[in-house]
């Protein structure tokens, strides 16, 4: 027994050292798939999950809030605006709060140097992005007194709502001015929700304006159909029903107020949803390099801004004759979309040659194209494009209704002839502008000659070489000549050399600075006449013939907010072409 038993043991502990070896050699195993598995998730794929968590964030924010929109309906008195109101008020507290909270951490860790992106914002984008902040405040001061009027009958959300926004203004454009450059490098998650939280709540501000300004310009439409007789549709009242007393008169005058403040409260907020969506990108982004910044020269600006002021000025004449005649009698409303379409087709026109001629300067000048990593500028290409869709969707809506009708008004081929010009222009302002952004600059500009001389003094080429070692005496080699006059033939023969090389250069730059100016006016003047009021679209019936009056509208409805966005955008980008140049 005891033997059997020693031999028991014997073989237990022979089994014992076997599976202990197998054990620790699994969980080295084990230990070395955990860090292999910790390695990868150190890797970028927390942060592409984070933005893919984020991201489905903003987007449902965003959905939720479109569905509040769309059950706003006057039919509807389960859903009222006073609920959207209060939700989107909601959504710009969380926003104070997070902006609150981000800009006291980074006054504890200002000692720490943080990463910046130059690329991000421009001081003119921050001066005119406070231009059109300013304008917001002035649009909710008139809401807070449209309140007063109609406090009787109004709920208490639209007074707290231009309240609290006018506070998120202030404190917004606080935080653009100082913090939009910043490259977040800790508690990434944490900021990445609470920046496309601020980017969505932005965004659905913008669709609430552009809800109340469709709202506004669909009841003028319906009102000129029944003056017309030709549909039933009833108008939707646009002020509620309460007592007829001064104050509510004076709330009267402030709700027609509002109609002039909606497209520069609509530019503002998804200006900011532009830039706030630039910081995103940039959360956890390692910045290799930044530019320098741009000087702005206006030398030699001449024709480009004389023909961008004339645009200019005749547009603002096309508005003022316009808004009249589509009032009147029915002679009168097509005289106005006729001039509308005429005037049109000379500006796309012009907008289309230029366009054009930057591109063939382009083309004739070889330069290489900058392929470095720039969110910005990846980030304006993609909303040139996308902002463009809406623009070409109606053109080709317009065309085909053209092409359709069997209708004999005037301005039937001149608004074919206006909606090909459009889709043309678009395309080649879309690659003048990409052209520009994605061009490499010139880093080297000879403007000095005496640096340039410098330059060579300290240098040392096979022609500066002498031959052989020792004092050379350049009077005996040329006795005729002096120092004084070889060091003016010298300056002549590189005057003559710099006058061949850099005016062709510098006569490029002046067309294209020209062209950008020009473009810039031109784009301010298409981008004013539907903000206020010049929408022929809705009044020239060729389309709405054809698809039906709810169709058509809806198209409007899409298009021509989208076309608002692409204009105010292209003028910033072209005022960076001009830079750039």
Known sequence: MEGDGGLDVTCLNKYCNSSSSSSSSSSEQDRKLFMKLKFNLSGDYPRKNAEFLSGQYGINLFLIGVALMLAVAPDNPSVEESHLLAFVTCLMVLQLIWMMWYILLRERRKNTRTERDVNATTSWIRGALTILAVLSLVMDAFRIGYFVGFSSCLSAAYVVYPVVHATHTIAQVHFLWFHIKDVVKSLEIFERFGVIHAVFTNVLLWCNGVMSEAEHFMNNHIRRLSSLDSENITIVPSEPECNSTTTSSTSSLFSRGLVYLFPFNVEYHIFVSVLLFVMWKNIGRTISSNKKSLVTKTQGLTLGPILGLLALASTIAVLVVYITRIEGVLELRQSAVSMFYIYGIVMLSVMCFSGALGLLIYRADHMPLDTSKNTSRQLDTELLFGSSLGSWFMSWCSIVAVLCTDSKVSYRWTNFVYSILIVLEKYLQ?????????????????????????????????????????????????????????????????????????????????????????????????WLLPAFGCRPQYDNGLEQDIYGFSAWTTVLNFAIPLNLFYRMHSVASLFEVFRRV
């Open 430 to 526: 879309n690659l003048f502008i990409i052209e520009s952004l994605y061009r490499q600059q010139e880093r080297v500009e000879r403007s000095d000659p005496e640096l340039l001389a410098a330059s060579e003094i300290f240098s040392v080429t096979s022609s500066m070489a002498p031959p052989f070692s020792g004092i050379i005496n350049r009077a005996y080699e040329t006795p005729d000549k002096t120092p004084e006059k070889e060091q003016e033939e010298s300056r002549e023969v590189y005057r003559c050399e710099e006058q061949q090389e850099e005016q062709p250069l510098n006569m490029k730059r002046l067309i294209l600075k020209n062209i950008a100016v020009l473009l810039i006016m031109c784009n301010v003047s298409l």
